[in-house]
């Protein structure tokens, strides 16, 4: 049984023909539902005749180059169920400390 995981993933976007914009993160889960990534750059690949030419480049370089975000990871991948868990905990800690209201 697999309980918990972790890895690196990436996401692509078509810049132009022969030119891809990838966005690579880590992520750490438990069951796949408690998730938590972080995103650790982004990397130009060019097409060459030789094959994939990579370079790391900053992360403002791979925003203006993404400005729609294709490669931007979504909301679960980015917190999983954490983000509803600290919902209610927040709302039980509001609710304890206003009863009233």
Not at 26 to 46: M, Q
């Amino acid at each position: 049984m697999i309980f918990f995981g972790w890895g690196r993933r990436g996401k692509t976007a078509e810049l132009d023909p022969g030119r891809v914009l990838v966005r690579a993160w880590s992520y750490f889960h438990i069951f796949w539902l408690f998730r938590i990534s972080w995103p650790k750059g982004y990397t130009l690949a060019t097409a060459t005749p030789d094959g994939w030419a990579q370079r790391a480049i900053s992360d403002e370089e791979g925003r203006a180059l993404d400005p729609n975000g294709a490669t931007d990871v979504n909301v679960w991948w980015r917190f999983g169920l954490l983000l509803p868990l600290i919902g209610i905990v927040c709302s039980v800690v509001i609710a304890s400390l206003f009863p009233s209201a």
